[in-house]
């Protein structure tokens, strides 16, 4: 099994400019999660879906959408990439909300100059 | 809100004990993780714990007091590949209708021959 896969690894965009960073998981877990990740400021949580068609707003939701279609995919867009969008993002999957263990994606390495 | 405190660095020799302590500030506690992160690496899951008292896995162990706020992972026969951060994260109530993970800000240990 891959487990969670996140593409693309690393990515520059220009100020104002949208791209949507990728995130499969093969494990059929219900619960997925974004974190972004900066300097001395530990994991914070972006968005999260307990399942299919649900998704809600985490601790640090703005200038970001996700919508989840399917089990397998959760995508994080950027609707116009700003400077404090630079981070290290991090996508997790669980078997369910209730679980106490994550997977982690390998991580996508965003600068917006 | 929730709020979490562990020291930002640790050095520990090749072979000793080390301990990580990690207190916090929640409201809605269900339980404490902790989480491995190498250097340009993802999260890695190492232990949770719901209830009081000490979970071992291998060299790892984690102890939770949940009338003290308060919990650490413990480290024995430290070899140089657990140089590495060190992440507590508490599941408690979010926006009171589910629960999420909050992460530390992450300890950097460091062992030295």
């Known amino acids: 099994n891959a487990g969670v896969t996140q593409t693309p690894k690393f990515q520059v965009l220009k100020t104002g400019q949208s791209m949507t960073l990728q995130c499969a998981q093969d494990m059929n877990h219900e619960y997925m999660s974004w974190y972004r990740q900066d300097p001395g400021m530990g994991l914070r949580l972006i968005h999260y879906?307990?399942?299919?068609?649900?998704?809600d707003q985490g601790e640090v939701p703005n200038g970001y959408n996700v919508s989840r279609s399917t089990t397998e995919d959760f995508p994080l867009r950027l609707l116009s990439a700003a400077p404090s969008q630079t981070s290290v993002y991090f996508c997790a999957s669980s078997p369910s909300e209730a679980h106490y263990g994550y997977t982690f994606g390998s991580g996508t390495r965003l600068t917006v100059v | 809100g929730q709020s979490l405190e562990q020291p930002s660095e640790v050095t520990a020799v090749e072979g000793a004990i080390v301990q990580i302590n990690c207190t916090y500030q929640?409201?809605?506690?269900?339980?404490l993780s902790w989480y491995q992160q190498h250097d340009g690496g993802a999260p890695t899951f190492l232990s949770y714990?719901?209830?009081?008292g000490l979970e071992e896995t291998g060299r790892f162990s984690s102890f939770l007091s949940r009338s003290d706020s308060y919990g650490y992972l413990l480290l024995q026969e430290l070899q140089m590949k657990d140089s590495a951060s060190y992440f507590c994260?508490?599941?408690?109530?979010?926006?009171?209708?589910?629960?999420?993970?909050?992460f530390g800000k992450g300890t950097k240990l460091s062992v030295i021959p």
């Open positions: 994260a508490v599941r408690a109530t979010f926006k009171a209708r589910s629960y999420q993970l909050t």
């Open positions: 879906s307990v399942g299919a068609g649900i998704t």
């Open positions: 714990n719901a209830l009081d």
């Open positions: 929640t409201s809605g506690f269900y339980g």
